[in-house]
C-alpha cells in the first residue's frame, strides 16, 4: 500500500463551491439540524455526514422525515424492522399519500398562485399551470376516477408525451391510492403492450398523437391496437394533444378535469405501490418494478432537497420522457416547491443546442440532460453562453452514460466557470441515484461527486471484497426505502432475487462498473451488462430481437450496445442471414424501419453486420457481455470462459471486427 508521503497528489478540482454557497446550502442546515436533534457529526462536512447516515441508517431515515414534514397520518411502530434484502420492512404501521405531500404548496395562499408547472414544447412559449390550478385538476380527476370505480391497489396506465396532464393523471392515481404506470408516445404497439399487459390496467390516458422534430405523429392506429389488447380496460381518456376529436368510447380530458373537488387523498401503508416502472427486459419481457408511496416520498425529498438543493424559488428542468424514470423524478420535484419545467419535444430541434435556450425561456435553475446531449453540443460547436443568458442556472446535471472529461471541461468553458457540474447515476431500480450531486463538495472532472446520503454504496471485487481506487461491481450493502418492493408477477420473488441479489446474496448488485476514488468521488465505467442505455432510454436486446427476427430475411441476430471513450455510444446490430438471403440497402432499411416503427427510434443500429453465427452459452443463451468485452478491446482469453461457450471460432469474428474498428 501507498504511503501517504509517497501518495498521488489529489488532481485539482474542475469546480470549488465557495463559502457563502457552502453556507446556503440545505444540506448544511440539514447537517447542522441533524446534529443538534439527532446526533449526527456536526465537523467533519459531507464525508462525515455520510458515514453517519449509513451507519446510523434508522436515525438517519426518521431525521430526513422530520426535517421534510412527511405527513404519517398514523405513526410508524419503527423506522426500519427487517433490514435483510430484499424484504426490508420500513416504517411499519406508517400510513401517507405521495400526492398529498405533492401538492402541499398549493395550501401556502402566498404561493398557491405562483406556477407549479412550467410547459414548452416546439411550438410554444412556456405555459404556466399554478399550484392552485394543479391541485384544482387532481381533484376532479380523483373524484371521477372514484366515480370510474378505480380502488388502491388498481393500475392507471399513460400513453403519454411530457405534458401536465401527464403530471395530473400521475397525482390523481397516487391520491386514490391507484398504482400509476406509463410509457412514452414514440415506444410503439408491441413495446408497450410488453409492459401494460402484465399489469392490466383499468384506465388508461392517451394522446391522439405528439409532436416531434417538427412533425406531428399520429398515435391513433397505436391506442386503437392498445385498447384492443388490453381487455382490463374499463375507461379510455382521450387527451386530444393534435386536436382530434375523442373516438367513440372514450372519455374526453376536459369533462374529466372541470370540476371544483377538494382532493381527497387516500391514506394508505408506507409500503403501499406508488407506480410500476419497467427495466429494458435484456432476456425477456421487462421488469415490471413496483416502487412504494412512502419509499419514494422519503428518497426524493432526499435526493431534491438535499442533493440537488432544491426549493420554492428554483425552477428544475430536466430533459425526459415519461418512458423513463427520469420523468417520475422530475414530477416530484413538486415536493420540495420547486416549479417543474416539462419539456415536450426533440432534444435537438429545431437545431442542437434547442435545450440551452429552453433553460433560458423558463428561467431554470437547475438544468438536466444527457451526457450523450453535452457531448453532442460540443462536437456541434454549439456556445450555451454566448448565445442564451443561463444566468439562472446554478447546476447542469447529466446521466443516461457517463459524463466523459471533455464533457466537463466543455461545460466549465462554454457555460460558466462558476458552473455545478453533476454528473448523476443511478437507475430505474431505485428510481434515484446511488451517486452523484453534492452542493457542498468539489467538482472533479471525470468524476461523480460522492455516493449519496442514505446509500452504503461500494465496489466489490468478484470475490466480494470492497476495493478502493479499483473497478469493481457496483453494490449497495443495506437497504434504501426505494428500492423495489416487488415486481409485478413475481409471486415468489425469484425474479427479483436473481435480477439484484444473485451474484452476491443479501447484497444489491446493479450491474455497472465503477471505481470509488481515495478521495470519496466515484467513477462510473459503464454496464457490466447488456442493457441497451441511449439518451438513457433503456431498452432490451430481447426486445430488438422480437422484432428483427419476425423478419424472414433474419436467421438470428445479436445487439451490442457501447459506451465509447468520447462519449458517444455505438450500437451495431449483427445479423445471421437466412439462406438465399442478402444484406443489401434494402435489407438494412427494412430492419431499422421494422425497429423505428415497431420499438423505438433511438434505439435504431448504427450499424448493422452480416455476421457467419451467433454465439450461445452451453444453453443455448446467446452472448452478449462477452461481445461486448471484445469490443471494446479485451483480448478474448479473458472476454470469455471457452468451456461456456458452443463455438469458440464465432467469437474470433467478432475479435476482429473489434481490431478493425480500432
Not at 13 to 30: E, K, M, N, S, V
Request: glycine share 10%.
Amino acid at each position: 500500500m501507498t504511503s501517504p508521503a509517497n501518495a498521488a497528489p489529489q488532481p485539482a478540482p474542475l469546480w470549488q463551491p465557495g463559502p457563502d454557497r457552502i453556507a446556503g446550502a440545505r444540506i448544511t442546515a440539514f447537517q447542522t439540524w441533524a446534529a443538534e436533534r439527532y446526533g449526527a457529526p456536526a465537523e467533519g462536512g459531507y464525508e462525515a455526514l455520510h458515514r453517519w447516515s449509513v451507519t446510523e441508517l434508522d436515525t438517519f431515515w426518521k431525521a430526513v422525515a422530520d426535517w421534510f414534514d412527511v405527513r404519517f397520518s398514523t405513526p410508524y411502530e419503527t423506522v426500519l424492522a427487517d433490514r435483510s434484502m430484499p424484504g426490508a420492512q420500513w416504517f411499519p404501521g406508517a400510513t401517507l399519500n405521495y400526492a398529498e405531500h405533492a401538492l402541499r404548496t398549493a395550501e401556502d395562499p402566498a404561493r398557491a398562485g405562483d406556477a407549479a408547472l412550467l410547459h414548452v414544447d416546439e411550438t410554444h412559449e412556456p405555459v404556466a399551470t399554478s399550484w392552485a390550478e394543479l391541485r384544482r385538476q387532481v381533484g376532479s380527476l380523483a373524484a371521477e376516477l372514484r366515480a370510474l370505480g378505480v380502488r388502491p391497489g388498481d393500475r392507471v396506465s399513460g400513453y403519454l408525451p411530457n405534458i401536465p396532464q401527464a403530471v395530473t393523471a400521475l397525482l390523481a392515481t397516487a391520491a386514490v391510492g391507484a398504482v400509476w404506470t406509463s410509457c412514452a408516445p414514440d415506444f410503439g404497439a408491441r413495446s408497450v403492450l410488453d409492459r401494460f399487459q402484465q399489469v392490466e390496467p383499468v384506465v388508461l390516458f392517451t394522446v391522439d398523437g405528439y409532436r416531434y422534430g417538427g412533425k406531428e405523429h399520429d398515435r391513433t392506429d397505436v391506442v386503437a391496437e392498445l385498447r384492443r389488447e388490453l381487455p382490463t380496460l374499463r375507461a379510455v381518456v382521450h387527451i386530444p394533444l393534435l386536436g382530434t376529436p375523442a373516438p367513440q368510447g372514450t372519455l374526453d380530458w376536459s369533462s374529466l378535469t372541470e370540476s371544483d373537488n377538494e382532493p381527497v387523498f387516500e391514506q394508505v401503508p408506507f409500503d403501499h405501490p406508488l407506480w410500476v416502472l419497467y427495466s429494458s427486459g435484456t432476456t425477456g419481457l421487462p421488469k415490471a418494478i413496483v416502487q412504494s408511496q412512502g419509499g419514494i416520498l422519503l428518497e426524493h425529498f432526499k435526493q431534491l432537497g438535499l442533493h440537488c438543493d432544491l426549493g420554492p424559488e428554483d425552477r428544475f428542468f430536466w430533459y425526459t420522457s415519461t418512458g423513463w424514470m427520469m420523468w417520475n423524478f422530475l414530477v416530484s420535484g413538486l415536493l420540495t416547491g420547486t416549479t417543474v419545467v416539462l419539456y415536450d419535444g426533440s432534444p435537438g430541434f429545431p437545431e442542437t443546442g434547442a435545450q440551452w435556450g429552453v433553460a433560458e425561456r423558463t428561467g431554470a435553475t437547475l438544468f438536466g440532460t444527457s451526457a450523450a446531449y453535452v457531448m453532442a453540443c460540443r462536437k456541434a460547436g454549439v456556445h450555451p453562453s454566448r448565445d442564451h443568458d443561463l444566468s439562472r442556472v446554478k447546476c447542469v446535471a447529466t446521466t443516461g452514460s457517463p459524463l466523459p472529461p471533455d464533457g466537463f471541461r466543455w461545460l466549465h468553458d462554454e457555460v460558466r466557470e462558476d458552473l455545478w457540474i453533476a454528473s448523476v447515476s443511478g437507475g430505474t431500480d431505485v428510481c434515484s441515484c446511488f451517486a452523484g450531486a453534492v452542493p457542498t463538495l468539489p467538482v472533479h472532472i471525470g468524476e461523480l461527486q460522492a455516493a449519496c446520503l442514505g446509500t452504503d454504496l461500494q465496489a466489490w471485487d468478484p470475490q466480494g471484497k470492497p476495493v478502493v481506487g479499483e473497478v469493481g461491481e457496483l453494490v449497495v450493502v443495506n437497504p434504501m426505502p426505494s428500492m423495489p418492493i416487488r415486481f409485478w408477477n413475481d409471486p415468489d420473488g425469484s425474479r427479483y432475487r436473481d435480477s439484484y441479489f444473485e451474484m452476491f446474496p443479501g447484497v444489491w448488485r446493479h450491474g455497472d462498473w465503477i471505481t470509488i476514488t481515495d478521495h470519496g468521488s466515484v467513477v462510473i465505467h459503464g454496464r457490466s451488462d447488456s442493457t441497451l442505455n441511449r439518451q438513457g432510454v433503456r431498452m432490451g436486446s430481447a426486445d430488438i430481437y422480437e422484432v428483427v427476427e419476425r423478419l424472414p430475411e433474419i436467421r438470428e441476430s445479436l445487439v451490442i450496445g457501447l459506451e465509447e471513450p468520447d462519449g458517444g455510444y455505438w450500437m451495431p446490430l449483427f445479423v445471421h442471414l437466412a439462406e438465399g438471403a442478402a444484406l443489401d440497402d434494402a435489407l438494412r432499411t427494412k430492419v431499422k424501419q421494422a425497429i423505428r416503427e415497431q420499438l423505438s427510434p433511438r434505439h435504431v443500429p448504427d450499424e448493422i453486420i452480416e455476421v457467419p453465427g451467433v454465439p450461445h452459452t452451453l444453453t443455448g443463451k446467446r452472448i452478449e457481455v462477452p461481445v461486448k468485452r471484445l469490443l471494446q478491446g479485451t483480448p478474448l482469453e479473458k472476454a470469455v470462459n471457452p468451456g461456456s461457450v458452443d463455438n469458440l471460432d464465432l467469437l474470433r469474428f467478432y475479435e476482429a471486427v473489434a481490431r478493425k474498428r480500432r
